[in-house]
């Protein structure tokens, strides 16, 4: 056993959540451990949609990495849906400007570049090839991490401050007994990723709500895009007889859809067939949960890299004046409780009920529905999509009313047009 290291904040997990916590920690001057399982620094998450929320943007441009996200060919990202309405398209804002954007960029080139960000930022101690083993504990709030290499070194270290970014599965969640609550996610997801695929001009993500199935198709770095069907659990059964077969149908389908015959396939397809949505309490004395540690939600939504930049800031925020005052640290991380339950409760609650793979509930239709037809509506369903608006925002009185009079506006519209062309009987 080596001795005791002792740190302001100990991370474990160097993924997204976990490097953004460490530099924004390693700027402000702390001194961070950051510790992660994986034995080599370009090691990366492989199922991810690859597509980062446009709220997530204010982040990443905070932690310089904007620049090299798109030096590495990075994609400005928006998104265009499909709906047996029609297509929701954003149009530019009104008075000028551009309409907010995030980026896709796989995470093979992400993560390792956000590690080495991490890194080098002074202060930070990036420690790779160490699995937690036990929590420590000091008058009761965890006060550091038991660590062991694959080579049997242990480690412990001890931290004002603990930070879980482990991921979904999380150890330190486990070992702290903060246990996830889960939520059944009734689809099922095979995907791939493709070479030249030719998309719309200036498309730079497309979502397909099938009504239960959906599907994606966005482009990242490279020319590489990944495109994806989530699809309702009774039909696992088809697919599992000839996964490869079902899934160019389902794709060779889509309104709009990408052409695979015509693109390099550069991945087996891949399946992935339980992917539960779970949730977590997102702080306890001494210890707080970041990225999808303290929340995951159905994947066909692209939050997860988004909630993963915004929940360490958020963390970081609440959390610093208290460190660097050396005060009481439980009530800054209820702070960042309250603020991650009151910006991501609701989506989360919104996308779970989703995945049940239901039909589309009444206000769903009637806003989708009129964002085919009506920009303002679109903007509004694509800003609450990209994270940009809440729930509350997007299902407000003016919100749906607006809707509720763009349909029935059109419907009018309709039913004249219809008229026009009925025939006239001719005077006797």
Not at 81 to 94: A, D, H, K, L, Y
Not at 173 to 189: I, K, M, P, S, Y
Not at 325 to 354: G, I, M, T, V
Request: with cysteine; hydrophobic share 40%; proline share 5%.
């Amino acid at each position: 056993m080596s001795g005791r290291d002792d740190f302001d904040i100990a991370i474990v997990g160097a993924g997204i959540a976990g490097c953004t916590a460490a530099r924004l920690y390693g700027e402000l001057g702390f001194r961070v451990a950051l510790v992660d399982r994986r034995t080599e620094i370009d090691d990366y998450k492989r199922i991810c949609t690859h597509f980062i929320q446009p709220s997530a943007t204010p982040v990443i441009d905070r932690l310089g990495l904007a620049s090299l996200i798109e030096e590495a060919g990075g994609v400005r990202n928006s998104l265009e849906t499909w709906t047996r309405w029609g297509w929701i398209r954003v149009s530019e804002p009104e008075g000028g400007g551009s309409h907010p954007f995030g980026y896709s960029i796989r995470r093979q080139t992400l993560d390792p570049m956000l590690r080495e960000l991490a890194a080098k930022t002074p202060g930070v101690e990036l420690m790779m090839d160490r699995t937690a083993e036990n929590l420590l504990s000091t008058e009761g709030r965890f006060s550091g991490v038991s660590l062991r290499s694959s080579g049997g070194v242990r480690q412990r270290i001890s931290a004002r401050l603990l930070v879980a970014a482990d991921g979904r599965d999380s150890r330190l969640g486990e070992l702290a007994g903060v246990r996830a609550r889960q939520r059944a996610n009734n689809r099922f997801t095979y995907f791939a990723y493709y070479r030249n695929l030719a998309h719309a001009p200036g498309m730079t993500g497309r979502m397909w709500v099938l009504e239960p199935d959906t599907a994606i198709a966005y482009p990242n770095d490279e020319d590489i895009s990944v495109v994806a069907c989530f699809v309702d659990k009774k039909r696992l059964p088809e697919f599992k007889r000839d996964p490869e077969a079902s899934f160019e149908k389902l794709i060779g389908s889509l309104p709009g859809g990408p052409s695979l015959s015509e693109a390099e396939r550069v991945s087996p397809l891949l399946g992935k067939l339980q992917m539960p949505n779970h949730s977590r309490r997102t702080a306890v004395p001494g210890l707080a949960f970041v990225g999808d540690a303290a929340m995951a939600s159905d994947p066909l939504w692209a939050v997860g890299c988004g909630w993963a930049f915004q929940s360490a800031a958020w963390l970081v925020d609440s959390t610093t004046e208290p460190l660097m005052a050396e005060k009481k640290l439980d009530a800054a991380l209820r702070r960042y409780r309250r603020k991650h339950r009151s910006e991501l409760l609701p989506f989360y609650l919104q996308s779970a009920n989703f995945s049940t793979a239901r039909g589309l509930l009444p206000h769903e239709k009637l806003l989708l529905s009129s964002a085919t037809k009506d920009p303002v509506t679109a903007r509004r369903f694509t800003a609450f999509g990209e994270g940009l608006i809440g729930i509350g925002e997007l299902l407000s009185p003016w919100s749906l009313g607006r809707a509720l009079r763009v349909r029935v506006a059109h419907r009018v519209e309709d039913q004249r047009s219809d008229v026009g062309t009925w025939p006239v009987r001719a005077k006797q």
